[in-house]
């Protein structure tokens, strides 16, 4: 079984309550395949030096002469190698969606994703929407995860103009990038709003309307990005001494609003934790939870107090339970898978 989140939890992750509320999925990936799907998935084919494949220190591998990423126990692998075979440069991933999205009455993205340990500073990881607009500017709407600030979450916005540090935003979060986080991307035709792990850490009312790609790749900037540059991070030059980091995407789910949202739909969000199914631990959205897990047949398995907002389930057997705690004062029951 593999992640997967229903209209109920999204419309919880991004704040609507409104039973009016209601989406429809346009796009989802669990990368359930021992490589990225090409049905869904591309990466870039190079054309010249201006065509976006180089970025930072970085070149990102192409259709010419690499695959689609690989993917391992239902995980998306986006590379960065120290060793480039094309070239003396960092080696890098660039993974776009085949099709583009426009935000019609409203989309969400849902992508859970962490950096795979050990790491080392100077990288980037980025979840983002892109594509070109007039000549020399473009949309954009991301995330990215920086390996220089672990307990930071990086934030972004382009509205048809060119690259550059465009508005950037970091929101502080409680455990590092390194850890499984659910990030949501909501673009309304008004305004986009970014959460992580269900709570909202930045609204921006800057309008983006136009077709967008949505990314997933991992590049090395250089100098002239500095809170994100490493000197310790540099490319070799024969495959022997290559080193890979990576960032591992377990989910891409894309879903639209059927119909605009009004001002009462967006309300303080309620507790939910993730994954589900889960293997060895769950994370809850809010820091201090008591709870409570039953068997499918009533027996109490577990009754305690979440005090840092992570849960071990690794002494579970495998199967569907019964997990129940408070949310605002009010009871929630949901099933936890263990897988």
């Known amino acids: 079984m593999k992640k997967f989140f229903t209209l109920v939890m999204i419309l919880g992750i991004i704040g609507i309550n409104d039973a009016n509320a209601q989406t429809t999925n346009i796009f989802l990936d669990h990368f ?27 070149q990102f591998r192409c259709s010419q002469n690499s695959p689609l990423p690989a993917a391992v126990n239902s995980k998306a692998v986006i590379n960065l190698d120290t060793y480039n075979p094309t070239g003396y440069s960092l080696y890098g991933t660039d993974l776009i969606s085949n099709r583009t ?10 992508i859970y994703a962490k950096i795979q340990t050990p790491t080392i ?25 920086l390996t220089n600030q672990l307990d930071y ?39 986009v709003i970014w959460s992580i792990d269900g709570t909202t850490v930045r609204t921006d009312t800057t309008t983006v309307d136009g077709a967008l790609h949505f990314h997933l790749n991992i590049w090395a900037p250089a100098s002239d ?17 290559n080193t890979t980091y990576s960032m591992l995407v377990d989910l891409v789910q894309v879903d639209s609003l059927l119909a605009p949202l009004a001002i009462n739909e967006y309300v303080t969000s309620e507790t939910t934790f993730y994954p589900n199914p889960a293997h060895d631990q769950i994370h ?3 820091p201090n939870v008591n709870i409570s897990i039953y068997a499918i047949n009533g027996e109490l398995i577990m009754n305690k107090a979440v005090v840092d907002g992570t849960l071990a389930v690794s002494d579970l057997s495998l199967g569907m339970y019964i997990i129940k705690y408070q949310s605002s004062n009010t009871p929630v029951t949901k099933k936890l898978v263990i897988q």
Request: hydrophobic share 35%; glycine share 12%.
């Open 121 to 145: 500073g100077g990288i980037v990881g980025g979840l983002f929407s892109y594509d070109l607009t007039t000549p020399g500017n473009h949309d954009e709407v991301d995330f990215e995860l």
């Open 225 to 241: 990005w500095g809170s994100a540059y490493n000197a310790a991070l540099q490319p070799v030059s024969t495959s022997s001494a």
């Open 32 to 58: 359930n395949g021992s490589i990225v799907s090409n049905a869904l998935w591309h990466i870039p084919t190079w054309t010249g030096p201006t065509d976006g494949t180089f970025v930072g220190r970085t």
């Open 284 to 286: 809850f959205t809010t």
């Open 153 to 191: 979450v990086h934030t972004n916005i382009y509205s048809d103009i060119p690259l550059g540090i465009g508005n950037p935003d970091s929101s502080w979060i409680s455990t590092p990038i390194t850890n499984d986080h659910v990030y949501v991307i909501t673009w309304l035709p008004t305004k």
């Open 101 to 110: 999205f426009l935000p019609g009455n409203g989309l969400i993205f849902t």
